[in-house]
């Protein structure tokens, strides 16, 4: 396509977005009472810091969104409208969650049950997981139950998966930076430039956020910006044709490790809600990295194994490169659990 003006002009008004209102959040949150405190074990921070940052993420990103109806660009999927209003509708429910538990920290029901429901309204929009590669050639059809339980599974798992990611100063924000870049890229290659646009945009206000959040953090994105961003992620790794592979291989150390948290709590008899300083990007820290090495060094992996999905042609290599990356990461997760 040689018209890159749609491309620039989408992720321009999400990144400026982001950039310029990220500060007047951060400015106007204390007055509102979105405030982080220190004390609680898994905190890293040592003064109060603004939480609102999800503000700064969701409206730059259903700016620039809503911008792409305008834009004479061509849409090969009768649907897709369907699927971005699904996209559009769930991101504003778990948005609004995030924002209510940023405010007064609601229980794991109450967040599990909305998350629940725009999982189900994504669904019902069309986005779903109706097939899946076979490693070994063709396509494997799922059943609608399957269909629909492996979606739920799918969509809040990564809610889940940036929202505990969101453990250290610019962690989950850059990380969605990557992500977003790599399905991107993997729309366009396939030329399915409207869909392309979507990754774009959430590339765009992840990145315009990420100055004033990087450390040392001075706005947090809250659970209003990782219940979002993990919305927006696990939606746009189905819409237009599953990039599963690519989504898992750049989420995979982080989804590893959140499973890897859940059985450890139950084993130990805890709540595996009750968030502690088990993560690995905790693990690192206490074992005398600095907070900006752990970051980048989550950063240059993902990116790493993000950037095999787009190397690897078949999908057996993809399969290979995932356990690959599933041994590193247990390997990685066992020995610090030993040294811990």
Known sequence: MGNLGPFLLTFAVAFLGALLLTPLVGRAAPRLGFVDTPGRPKHVHRVPVPRLGGVALFFPFLAAVLLTLLLPIERKDPLE??????LLVGSTIVFGLGVCDDRRELGPLPQLALQFVAASVAIGCGITIAEIANPFGGLIELTLPVTVGFTLFWIMGMMNTVNWLDG??????????IASVLLFAHSYRLGQYSVSLLPLALAGCALGFLPFNFHPARVFMGT??????????????IIGGAKMATALLVMGIPILDVGWQIINRLRLGRSPFLGDRGHLHHRLLDLGFSHRHV???FYGLCAAFGALALILSSGFQKL??????????????VALARRH
Do not use: Q
Request: net charge neutral; aromatic share 4%; no cysteine.
């Open 81 to 86: 409208l369907h699927r971005l209003a699904g």
């Open 320 to 333: 290979l490169a995932l356990l690959l990356m599933g041994i590193l990461a247990l390997v990685i997760l």
């Open 168 to 177: 250290l100063d610019g962690l989950a924000g850059g990380v969605t930076v």
């Open 295 to 297: 970051v980048l060094l």
């Open 224 to 237: 209003s910006g990782a219940l979002f961003l993990g919305f927006a992620l696990g939606t746009l790794a």
